[in-house]
């Protein structure tokens, strides 16, 4: 490899360490393609860069994901930023020291920086505003927006030092804590399945709730009934992905050669979700999506756990990133070579009675809760519902009013539809009426009583002289 070649190497890998470290791209389902390799099965084979950026995954979860990757673009673009950052190591990076060269970037960078923050200020002003009108709170939205931690909202205009520390730490936490947080879900999700079934037991009688005693403890015991599981990050578990997934020889196993056939953006490290690729073989002797017994949340639980575990042994800096050299130092230990057993989740309890009980609890006082919002909000329908009905009467009873009065003062008695109205009275038009004896004018109320007269069926109306 070239001088230079090995020089953007190096760029490269730092620069992927910040990114990765912002934006842990673990949380996408991950399916393994192993890196294609040459006819003695020994030589990685480089792929082209712009495959390599292919894989690059999107999205790391966090709520302010797209404000966090336009920031590091932004930095990235600046020839002192990179600098510093080849120098810099994760503990100058979460201390806030990488913070402070930010007073030493261009100004154009500043620039476009400040239009970000404008910009993401601006984007939870409107969350907010939306939500306070969804939910009459008046709070004022500059209150709620101190909630969020990954800017300094006392100054909504100018990207500055604090931001960058600010944005730093918080994705810091938010990342680190994120597997807590899937492991509480999970355990939601174990709790509300077990919740729901014992309902269901007692909505039955007492022969079909044997027999769903039965059938549960049927399809426990079938989904227990798989392939020993090797322990995650041991030699065995290493040769067998070596063997079936990237057939080789087990008999040649080669720690580095596996690290680089893995190693599938080639940036020098093996991530969260490369990582967890490795255990698809394992996760596979466990779970299949086609049989009933065996649930795919289960089986993403079991993959974070094993990944969890590997790095727990093998991440020295904890920097959630194995490099070639942590990795070969675990090789070395006796635990990849003798591993203890590995339990998988169907031979652990999940939770206790009393964990379950708390839960149905908590769910109770929410059903009780919705149940009551509920019935406001019938009360409230019902309120409208009545307000609209007199609204309507008022409305008919005003529109009758308005009739009554146009009959008390009189109108045309043919208006343009042929309908018979009233004349104002003393208005007396006067005309010739046709066959009159007198001949003369006469009103012409008098022709119209004669049309009256004259048609088929007609009463009489008596006039007089």
């Known amino acids: 490899m070239e001088p230079a070649e090995w020089e953007a190497r190096k760029m490269q890998s730092k620069r992927t360490t910040l990114s990765q470290y912002f934006l842990l791209v673990t949380f996408i389902l991950f399916t393994s393609k192993a890196v294609p390799i040459d006819k003695d099965k020994t030589k990685v084979i480089e792929e082209p860069q712009v495959e390599k950026e292919k894989k690059e995954s999107s999205d790391t979860g966090l709520y302010y994901d797209r404000y966090l990757r336009e920031v590091i673009d932004v930095l990235e673009t600046d020839k002192h930023f990179r600098e510093k950052l080849q120098t810099a190591d994760l503990d100058d990076i ?4 990488l913070a402070g060269e930010l007073d030493l970037v261009s100004h154009q960078v500043r620039t476009k920086l400040d239009e970000l923050k404008r910009q993401e200020v601006a984007r939870l002003r409107m969350l907010l505003k939306a939500k306070m ?7 004022n939205h500059m209150t709620l927006l101190k909630q969020f931690e990954h800017l300094n909202h006392n100054n909504p205009d100018t990207f500055e030092a604090k931001d960058l520390d600010m944005l730093i730490k918080a994705a810091t936490n938010d990342l680190e804590n994120y597997d807590k947080e899937r492991h509480d879900e999970f355990k939601r999700y174990e709790m509300l399945k077990e919740h729901d079934r014992r309902e269901y037991l007692k909505t039955l009688d007492e ?3 044997k027999q769903e005693e039965e059938r549960y403890e049927e399809m426990k015991k079938k989904h227990g009934d798989h392939p020993k599981v090797n322990h995650p990050g041991s030699k065995d578990q290493l040769k067998e992905v070596w ?16 690290f680089k056939l893995h190693d599938s953006n080639g940036d020098g490290f093996l991530d969260e979700q490369e990582l967890e690729a ?9 779970y299949d999506p086609k049989n009933e017994e065996d649930d795919m949340v289960e089986m993403e639980e079991e993959r974070l756990r094993m990944r969890e575990h590997v790095l727990n042994e093998v991440d020295i800096n904890h920097d959630r990133l194995v490099t070639m050299e942590e990795f070969l130092k675990a090789t070395e230990k006796r635990e990849f070579l003798e591993p203890d057993s590995w339990e998988t989740l169907d031979q652990q309890q999940l939770f206790t009675e009393e964990e379950l009980k708390e839960y149905e609890s908590h769910i109770t006082q929410q059903e009780y809760e919705l149940a009551k919002k509920a019935e406001e909000l019938q009360r409230q329908r019902e309120d409208l519902q009545r307000q609209h009905d007199q609204l309507q009467a ?6 009758q009013h ?26 007396r038009t006067v005309g010739k009426v046709e066959g009159h004896p007198a001949g003369g004018d006469q009103p012409l109320v008098q022709g119209h009583i004669a049309e009256l007269q004259a048609a088929p069926g007609a009463q009489q109306i008596q006039t007089h002289p």
């Open 94 to 97: 979460k201390s806030g020291k």
């Open 133 to 139: 009108d969804s939910t009459d709170s008046g709070i």
């Open 278 to 286: 490795l255990f698809t073989k394992e996760l596979e002797k466990v």
């Open 243 to 258: 063997e079936e997934a990237d057939g080789l020889d087990p008999n040649d196993f080669d720690p580095k050669t596996f």
């Open 394 to 399: 008022q409305k008919q009873e005003l529109q």
């Open 207 to 209: 022969e079909k709730r």
């Open 402 to 427: 308005m009739e009554q009065k146009k009959l008390q003062q009189g109108t045309p008695l043919s208006g343009p539809d042929g309908e018979l109205k009233f004349q104002p009275p003393g208005e």
